[in-house]
């Protein structure tokens, strides 16, 4: 069983930039592909980014690339979120997923945090 926790979200303006962090405990961290998920209220979870067990493939959503970054160090067992330019339609609940290939973190993960807010004021 793995576990994540989130942390790092909070009330940004917009054009801001965040880091968010994702710890993992319970598990082989560095077999895991890893990624990051997102949930506004009132709107269905959206796929944010993914990243392989070495950090050599990610992938972005297309609403966030080329303003989000992830990477991973897995000698902390922790993933990143960088996200940059922000904007208010980014704000939402931000959850780290765990899985063991990049495909299944893609569609949805094994292992779920409890995901940290995030807000951007316009």
């Known amino acids: 069983q793995v576990q994540l926790v989130e942390s790092g979200g909070g009330l940004v303006q917009a054009g801001d930039s965040l880091r968010l962090s994702c710890a993992a405990s319970?598990?082989?961290?560095?077999?895991?592909?890893m990624g990051w998920f997102r949930q506004a209220p009132g709107k269905v979870r959206e796929f944010v980014a993914a990243?392989?067990?070495?950090?050599?493939?990610?992938y972005y959503s297309e609403s966030v690339k080329g303003r989000f970054t992830i990477s991973r160090d897995n000698a902390k067992n922790t993933v990143y979120l960088q996200m940059g330019s922000l904007k208010p339609e980014d704000t939402a609940v931000y959850h780290c997923?765990?899985?063991?290939?990049?495909?299944?973190?893609?569609?949805?993960?094994?292992?779920w945090g409890q995901g940290t807010q995030v807000t951007v004021s316009s």
């Open positions: 319970g598990g082989s961290f560095s077999s895991y592909a």
């Open positions: 997923a765990a899985g063991g290939t990049i495909r299944i973190v893609v569609t949805g993960g094994d292992w």
């Open positions: 990243i392989s067990w070495n950090g050599e493939n990610t």
